[in-house]
C-alpha cells in the first residue's frame, strides 16, 4: 500500500520568541514493513541551521535552530511510504524463557536488546503493573499468547477518551482511571511487560486516516498514533520483534497492519517526541496539529498539499522561570501523541 502522510505542526507565541532550538522525529524508517519512497521537511521561518542525524535506536531526527525573533513557528513533514503485511512468524518460545535469558548473569555478553527490560521516565516499575499483567502470564504460556492477551485486555478494560489525560499524566494514573489515549495504553502496556522482565519498546507512527471500504475507522487517525513493540528471540534473526496496537487490538510483525507507518521505536514517548524543544521567550503559546494519512496511486506529485483534519492540542512544558523580554527563560516543550 502506497501512503502519503503529511503532519503539520503549528505554534504560536505571544510574546514573540527570541531564539529556538527544536529536535523533531518526522521522518519515517525504512524496514521490511514500509519502504520510505520521498521525505520533505519544511519549517517556516527558516531555521539558521538544520541537520540530520541518526538516534542510538536508529531513528532518523533533525535538529534545528531559529536564531532570530518569530510570533509563530510552522513545521510542515510530508512522507510517502510503501508498506506491506507480512505473516506473523511461528513462535514457541515461552514467556518464562524470553524472562530468563534476560535476566542479569555475572559474565554473559552484553545484550543491547535489555535496554528495553528497564524502566524508564514514562514506563516506572511498580507492583500494580506487575499485579495486572500477570492473569496475562500463566505457567507455561508462549510469549505471543501472553502478549497477545494483555493487549486484548486493556483494549477491553480501558476508555479510550481524547483529552481525558495529559501529555505528561502518568502511566499508573491512566491505569487507575481505567481511560486514556493510546500513548497511556501504551505506556501502560510496556510496563506491565516489563514488570514481568521481558524487553518491550514503544513505537510512534501514524494509522490511515480514511479506513478501506467496508472497515470501522481506527481510533487516533486522526492524530499520531503509539503502540508497542515486544522482542520475540525466536522470530527470524532479521526480525524479532511483534508489533501490538491495545487502542485497536491488533498485531502483526514489523507493524500491526499495512494501514501502520512506523516512525520511530524508543524506550517510551520521552524518547521520540515528534517535535521538541527550548525555546527564549513566548511566555504563552498555542499548538494546532494536523495529520493526514492517504492511499495513493502512481505519481505524487498532485498530492503534496491534501486535505487535514486539524486538532487542537495541549503541549507539555516545564517553564524555569517567566521573565521580561531579553532576560533569559527555558520551556520545554513536546507535542503529544493521541
Not at 502518568?170 to 487507575?176: F, G, K, S, V
Not at 478501506?212 to 487517525?221: E, I
Not at 506529485?301 to 507539555?316: A, C, M, R, V
Amino acid at each position: 500500500m502506497k501512503l502519503l502522510v503529511t503532519h503539520e505542526t503549528v505554534y504560536d507565541y505571544a510574546p514573540a520568541v527570541e531564539n529556538a532550538l527544536h529536535m523533531a522525529y518526522l521522518q519515517p524508517v525504512s524496514n521490511d514493513h514500509q519502504q520510505l519512497i520521498s521525505h520533505a521537511l519544511t519549517i517556516e521561518p527558516t531555521p539558521a541551521q538544520n541537520r540530520q542525524t541518526v538516534d542510538i535506536f536508529g531513528n532518523a531526527r533533525s535538529f534545528f535552530s531559529l536564531q532570530a525573533p518569530h510570533n509563530a513557528l510552522t513545521v510542515v513533514s510530508q512522507s510517502v511510504v510503501n508498506t506491506a503485511a507480512r505473516a506473523l512468524p511461528k513462535s514457541t518460545i515461552s514467556w518464562e524463557d524470553t524472562r530468563e535469558y534476560f535476566r542479569y548473569q555475572a559474565g554473559r555478553q552484553f545484550d543491547a536488546i535489555s535496554e528495553f527490560v528497564f524502566a524508564s521516565p514514562y514506563c516506572p516499575r511498580a507492583a500494580e503493573f506487575a499485579e495486572y499483567a500477570r492473569p496475562s502470564f500463566e505457567q507455561g504460556v508462549s510469549l505471543l499468547a501472553a502478549a497477545k492477551d494483555l493487549m486484548e485486555r486493556i483494549h477491553n478494560d480501558f476508555e479510550y477518551e481524547s483529552e481525558s489525560t495529559e501529555i505528561n499524566t502518568p502511566a499508573l494514573e491512566a491505569l487507575a482511571q481505567r481511560k486514556g489515549v493510546c500513548q497511556d495504553f501504551a505506556h501502560i502496556m510496556i510496563a506491565c511487560l516489563r514488570a514481568i522482565g521481558l524487553p518491550v519498546r514503544y513505537v510512534s507512527g501514524y494509522l490511515l486516516t480514511v479506513a478501506p471500504p467496508g472497515k470501522v475507522k481506527l481510533k487516533g487517525s486522526d492524530a499520531s498514533h503509539a503502540w508497542v513493540s515486544i522482542y520475540v528471540p525466536d522470530f527470524p534473526a532479521d526480525g524479532r520483534w511483534c508489533d501490538l496496537d491495545p487502542t485497536n487490538n491488533r498485531m502483526g510483525w514489523y507493524s500491526p497492519g499495512e494501514d501502520y507507518i512506523t516512525l520511530a521505536t524508543g524506550r517510551d514517548f520521552a524518547d521520540v517526541s515528534p517535535l521538541r524543544g527550548v525555546i527564549h521567550g513566548g511566555a504563552s503559546h498555542k499548538l494546532k496539529v494536523a495529520v493526514t494519512v492517504e492511499p495513493i496511486e502512481g505519481d505524487t506529485t498532485d498530492k503534496l498539499t491534501p486535505q487535514t483534519q486539524p486538532q487542537t492540542q495541549t503541549q507539555s512544558q516545564t517553564v524555569s522561570a517567566v521573565l521580561p523580554t531579553g532576560a533569559q527563560a527555558d520551556m520545554q516543550q513536546s507535542q503529544s501523541q493521541s
